[in-house]
Structure formats: structure tokens, C-alpha cells
């Protein structure tokens, strides 16, 4: 009876070890699983929630077409709602004339920052940088439009020998400083990413590193850059508080560096409050916001498409 006895107990004991072993990886399959599905969701409610904003913002700003042909929103210059003048015009190429303003002083300045970082400072130099532009990258834009009023207008009104220093040129600054980080991580981000090989061939043949930069270094990066210039771009086109803060807000074309003008963003912001839900004016509104949309996911698109023929060239 005995070695009967001890065949069960043993039988049962090692039943016990292979349910407690089996247990951790039924728990990671479900876990799996559970992970899985909630990606699964995530990915849903984010689909969900572009396309709802989307529709919202152009069900309302389409609306605006019943009232104001396509012809006069885009292309005529006088934006007056209480006479029933609703051309989008000015503001249109108040925003264009301002992102080019803002790419032109920046993205020089960007590039020279990022060289140097990547390529030029020494180490100590580069663990100070880094950090700063991180830094600099999360600082809220109220702040720069705050600096850019108390310290920037002056500065521009004292030089300038001008009454009112706020204008284009004092957005397109204040903009420049605060896309200045993002393009310059993402430019030393793509320099980092040179192979080192390539440098070293280089210096091989008796290049200098002024010439390893120029010739190895940043034709290597192009898409890098573009893709820097154009996620600096659809910051610039869509930042409000700080250019609402330094442009002015007049509705004019800006046919000099210090006049006061506005764009898309900083008319929605001055306007949107003061007017009646339903109106033409309310709609024209949206459509502006709608128009900013459409130019953020073009903008997307673009990089999405520059980044995939990058990976597929390498």
C-alpha cells in the first residue's frame, strides 16, 4: 500500500508543479492580449477623434460658401464682417509671407547651431547644448510673445527710430526663436545619424573637416533638413498666443518689415469670442481654422512621404 501511496503523492505533486508552472505564461498570454486589444482601441479613439474634429470644423467653415463665393474668401483683400466682406485674402498671405520670413531667418541659423553641436563642439559643450534645446523646445509660447513685447518691441522701436516696433518682422523673431530648437535637434539628430565611415573615408582622402561637413556631411542629411524645415513650418504656421502678442492685429497687407498686420491664426484667436454662433462671420471663422488643418495635414503627409523614400534609399 505504501509505494502505492507514494506513486499518488507523487503524481500529485508533480501535477501541482506543471499548474504553477503553466500559470506566468497563461498571465503573459492574457496580458498580451489585453495589450493588444487596448493598442487596438487606442488607435480607434485617436481615428475617431482627428476625423470628428475634422468634420466639425468643416461642416461649420463649408457653410460659410452659402453666403461668400470661393472666389471672394481666398482671393479678394477686405475682411470687414459688419459690411458683409468676407475675404480671407490678407490674412492668407499674411501667414504665408510670415512662415517664409520666419524659415529664412531661422533655418540658417539652425543649421550652423547643429553643425556646430554635432560635428565641431567638444564634448562638455555638447551635453550643455542638448539639454538646452530640449529645454528651450518646452517652454509655453505665451513667454516668448511676453519677451517679445517687453524687450524685443522696444529693442526694435530704438533702432528703427519708429513709433510702434510690433509688425511682421518682430513676429517672424519671436517666432524664429521659438522654432529654433526644434529645427536644430532634428538637424543634429540627422547629422548624428551620418554613418562614421563616411567621415572617415574622407579625412582619408585629405579632406578638411570644413570640407567633410560641406561635402560629406550635410548633402547626406538633405532629407533630414527638409523634413526639420517642414515640421518648423507647421509649428510657425500654427503658433497663436506670441504672434497675436507682437504682430499688431490689423487686417492689412504688410507692405513693410514694421507694419502691423495679421494672419490666420491671430484673427480666429481676436475675433472668434465677439461673435454669434451661426453667423456668415462665425463660419468664415471656421473656415480659416479649417484651412490651418488642412495645411497641418499636407505638411504631415509630406514629411510621412520624405521619410519613407529616405528608408527606402538606404
Not at 505665451?142 to 516696433?165: C, E, K, N, Q, S
Not at 465677439?274 to 495645411?295: D, E, K, R
Request: with cysteine; aromatic share 8%; charged share 15%.
Amino acid at each position: 500500500m505504501k509505494p502505492e501511496l507514494n506513486t499518488k503523492t507523487r503524481h500529485k505533486i508533480l501535477n501541482k508543479e506543471k499548474a504553477l508552472k503553466s500559470h506566468p505564461s497563461i498571465n503573459r498570454a492574457l496580458a498580451n492580449k489585453f495589450f493588444g486589444h487596448f493598442c487596438y482601441v487606442s488607435i480607434l479613439i485617436l481615428c475617431i477623434t482627428l476625423i470628428s474634429i475634422v468634420l466639425f470644423i468643416g461642416k461649420i467653415g463649408i457653410q460659410t460658401f452659402s453666403e461668400v463665393s470661393l472666389k471672394e474668401f481666398f482671393f479678394t483683400l477686405e475682411w470687414s464682417p459688419m459690411e458683409d466682406l468676407y475675404g480671407a485674402g490678407t490674412f492668407i498671405i499674411g501667414t504665408l509671407t510670415l512662415t517664409a520670413l520666419t524659415l529664412v531667418i531661422a533655418t540658417p541659423i539652425s543649421l550652423i547651431i547643429a553643425v556646430f553641436v554635432a560635428e565641431i563642439a567638444p564634448l562638455w559643450i555638447k551635453r550643455i547644448m542638448r539639454p538646452l534645446l530640449d529645454l528651450l523646445v518646452g517652454i509655453p509660447s505665451v513667454i516668448y510673445g511676453y519677451l517679445g513685447v517687453t524687450i524685443l518691441i522696444p529693442f526694435l522701436r530704438d533702432i528703427a527710430d519708429i513709433h510702434m516696433g510690433d509688425g511682421i518682422l518682430a513676429a517672424a523673431l519671436v517666432l524664429s526663436l521659438m522654432i529654433l530648437p526644434i529645427v536644430t535637434r532634428l538637424i543634429d539628430d540627422s547629422i548624428a545619424a551620418v554613418p562614421e565611415s563616411y567621415r572617415e573615408a574622407a579625412y582619408a582622402l585629405g579632406s578638411s573637416r570644413l570640407q567633410v561637413i560641406v561635402n560629406v556631411i550635410i548633402p547626406s542629411i538633405k532629407r533630414g533638413i527638409i523634413t526639420a524645415i517642414i515640421l518648423g513650418m507647421a509649428r510657425a504656421i500654427g503658433e497663436t498666443m506670441a504672434v497675436v502678442m507682437v504682430i499688431g492685429n490689423v487686417a492689412q497687407l504688410p507692405t513693410g518689415l514694421f507694419m502691423p498686420t495679421s494672419v490666420l491664426t491671430s484673427n480666429i484667436v481676436m475675433q472668434i469670442t465677439a461673435v454669434q454662433a451661426g453667423t456668415t462671420w462665425h463660419s468664415a471663422l471656421y473656415m480659416m481654422a479649417c484651412l490651418l488643418l488642412l495645411i497641418s495635414l499636407v505638411l504631415i503627409y509630406c514629411v510621412r512621404r520624405i521619410r519613407s523614400k529616405g528608408e527606402e534609399g538606404l
